[in-house]
């Protein structure tokens, strides 16, 4: 993605306008901001439809057509609905969710329970049918759709399923003096309707994992897939229907022209994954309403090698970890940071390993996946003029196909070093020691992950200790993202916000404070002192009663009043025994 800013300039009017034009793999966007003197701004997103294939490859750039050119082109090719009707049926689908959401009908724990388990039948049922579709759009091979799409979503459900009831309670918080008499929890509310935009590169998964944990909270969900992935996106049209509460549910298709005239919609939360400049601008839209936002997207995620690792083993993880899905995943290790003696030991086994993996022809194995479309292909060629192939460096056009890439003698400001790769290519830039590689991290924006190979517990301890990022992961690459007990997600530019297991629950929840008091004689005793006229005895009484005070510890008070009531009911016994047994002696 590429964007070009113009800055703002003063207007004969007093007002101010900015321009950016965003260009985002298969489509344009320009977000135009005016301001006007006192005024708040107002942000436009309009969308420019991408070129043809043919036209990319001939030309590379994009060619814009005037405005008469434009308004021809819409004569001649109609239209099968207009922008005025989609924004009906947006207000439509919108209204119809949000009647659903007051009736309550959500609220129900029961009727939430249904919904996934249907949604669980659903995975099951047409499995097939999403490792199909997984195929069309990314020529995904099984066994890779089973693990991170199909198994991943199952397992996701079940997880919430054995633990919703618990989640769904009100949280009781340990409670100050002051506190002692009433009623303190936190209660678990839903947002309301919420809307979750999906992603290309894992069209199901980056989707539908974030739905279930809002249907789990909840929440109504406008469901938005990407068209980029279109045959997955019929899918999710076609049969998700057929299986959740339409109302509560509805599915929401289309391209650019069609998310910004969602986004002008008002949600209660948005969750969007995706790249970071477009995240900037799902932001920007939320801000309108102050809509709170997750926002999970990507950057440049580095993997540290040391010398003291087993390199097979090493080399085996790295490159599984940035070969899975073709290097189109958010957390797949965008470069490697090591010395040149590591590089070069690295490299002779990475080649043993893609032979072993993948044989002799690459291109003719099942199990490597291929880039999304013609316009990601020619911006990874464009990446690959960097440095020095030291590994593959082949690609087919006709195929979407990029052998697996090495390249070495990269700089820091090469432009494979300075924008998320996205793709089967893996720079290696050197450094002579680890000191140097946290250095070079914490100069650029915070990643989603960091990845470091070494047997020194006390090496990793300081990449974790004194790097920031969303992630930390040693010795391993991408498999953190599975474990259902820890939070996934990004910070600052890599994005904001968590999910996954009780912690996706918790993002589609409003955590409400509830506080109450009954209004027995002596409760009212005491809070009368807050109560004019002043006096110095009833600051005293509160400045007394509001004291904060240290803690007791947990003692675990049930347990031991369950304890002392046993040891009582134990000396009672015995001492009616003793009286018996000297009555009968007597």
């Known amino acids: 993605m590429r964007d070009n800013s113009i800055n703002p300039a003063p207007e004969a009017n007093g007002k101010q306008l900015t321009i950016m034009f965003l260009e985002y793999f298969d489509f344009y966007l320009i977000s135009i901001t005016l301001v006007a003197n006192g005024d708040r701004p107002v942000t436009t997103v309009i969308n420019i439809e991408p070129e043809t294939d043919s036209q990319e490859a001939s030309t590379g750039i994009s060619a814009f057509t005037s405005q008469q050119q434009q308004q021809q082109q819409q004569e001649e090719q109609p239209t099968n609905e207009s922008e005025t009707d989609r924004m009906a049926n947006f207000d439509d689908t919108l209204q119809r969710a949000r009647l659903a959401f007051s009736s309550g009908k959500t609220r129900s724990v029961s009727f939430r329970r249904k919904q996934l388990e249907s949604l669980l039948r659903c995975y099951e049922e047409h499995e097939n049918e999403i490792i199909s579709a997984l195929e069309a759009d990314l020529r995904r091979p099984k066994q890779e759709s089973l693990i991170v799409e199909t198994e991943f979503m199952k397992n996701d459900i079940k997880h919430i399923l054995f633990h919703l009831d618990d989640w769904v309670k009100s949280e009781k918080p340990s409670k100050s003096f002051v506190n002692l008499m009433d009623d303190v929890q936190i209660y678990n509310d839903p947002f309301g309707v919420v809307l ?20 789990a909270a909840g929440n109504c969900v406008v469901i938005k897939p990407s068209e980029i992935a279109g045959n997955c996106a019929k899918f999710i049209a076609d049969v998700i229907p057929k299986y959740l509460d339409n109302d509560c549910y509805p599915v929401v298709c289309g391209g650019p022209s069609e998310t910004a005239e969602l986004l002008n919609q008002r949600f209660d939360y948005i969750f969007y994954t995706g790249s970071t400049r477009v995240g900037k601008i799902i932001h920007a839209a939320a801000n309108k309403h102050l809509t709170p936002t997750t926002l999970e997207l990507g950057g440049k995620s580095p993997c540290y090698i040391d010398k003291s690792v087993d390199l097979r083993i090493a080399a085996k993880r790295i490159l599984w970890g940035k070969l899975i899905n073709c290097g189109q995943t958010c957390i797949a290790p965008d470069y490697v940071l090591c010395s040149k003696e590591v590089q070069e030991k690295f490299i002779v086994e990475a080649k043993e390993v893609l032979k072993e993996w993948f044989g002799d022809n690459i291109q003719s194995s099942p199990d490597l996946s291929r880039v999304i479309n013609a316009n990601n292909f020619q911006r990874l060629l464009g990446l690959m003029k960097a440095g020095r192939v030291a590994v593959g460096g082949k690609y087919d056009a006709s195929e979407r196909y990029i052998e697996p890439t090495i390249l070495v003698d990269v700089k820091a400001n090469d432009p494979i070093m300075e924008e998320e790769i996205f793709g089967p290519i893996l720079p290696i830039y050197n450094v002579e020691s680890a000191y140097d590689a946290i250095k070079f991290i914490n100069a650029r924006e915070k990643p989603l992950v960091i990845y470091v190979f070494s047997e020194s517990n006390k090496l990793v301890s300081e990449f974790r200790s004194n790097t920031s990022s969303g992630g930390f992961s040693s ?111 007597g």
């Open 475 to 585: 010795n391993e690459t991408i498999m953190h993202c599975g474990v259902d007990v820890l939070p996934f997600g990004g910070v600052g530019m890599s994005g904001m916000g968590s999910y996954h297991g009780k912690y996706g629950f918790d993002t589609f929840t409003h955590k409400k404070s509830c506080l109450g008091k009954d209004l027995s004689a002596f409760g009212e005793k005491l809070a009368s002192a807050r109560y004019p006229p002043y006096s110095d005895r009833k600051g005293s009484l509160l400045a007394f009663l509001l004291r904060k005070r240290r803690p007791l510890p947990n003692l675990h008070l049930s347990h031991l009043l369950a304890v002392g009531l046993g040891v009582g009911l134990t000396v009672l016994a015995n001492y009616y025994a003793q009286v018996r047994k000297v009555q009968r002696a």
């Open 196 to 215: 979750v935009i999906g992603a290309w590169n894992y069209p199901l998964q980056l989707l539908l994992v974030p739905v279930a944990s809002a249907i």
